[in-house]
């Protein structure tokens, strides 16, 4: 059965809450980056730390977290999760005009 983008949308979200860097292979990384404390409205309200996600396409290396917990939670080898991975890719970037 195809992998659909719903499921690793949610693989990736589940790595990005325990790594800072996650890649999606052959597109590119998404990033954590830590936002201070801030103190808005003439110092009556602090805002507590945060982390935004951001995607840089120019990220290509793969740190391979992607693949390993697709295989595992699948019960397939990893091999055959980063196959899956590059038709999903095909099939959604490739076929279609996406840029990011």
């Known amino acids: ?12 979200v589940q790595l990005l809450r325990t790594h800072s860097r996650v890649s999606l292979p052959g ?5 954590t980056e830590h936002k201070p404390a801030t103190i808005v409205n003439e110092g009556k ?7 935004t996600v951001v ?3 120019g990220e290509k290396w793969n740190d391979g977290f992607l693949e390993n917990i697709f295989a595992e939670q699948d ?7 980063k196959s899956q991975l590059a ?7 490739r076929r279609r005009k996406i840029f990011i």
């Open 75 to 81: 019960g397939i080898s990893t091999e055959e999760a």
């Open 55 to 57: 995607f840089r396409s």
């Open 87 to 93: 038709q999903l890719h095909d099939a959604t970037f």
């Open 45 to 51: 309200t602090i805002l507590p730390p945060s982390k």
């Open 27 to 31: 597109v590119g990384a998404f990033i």
């Open 1 to 12: 059965m195809p992998v659909s983008l719903f499921y690793i949308s949610k693989l990736l």
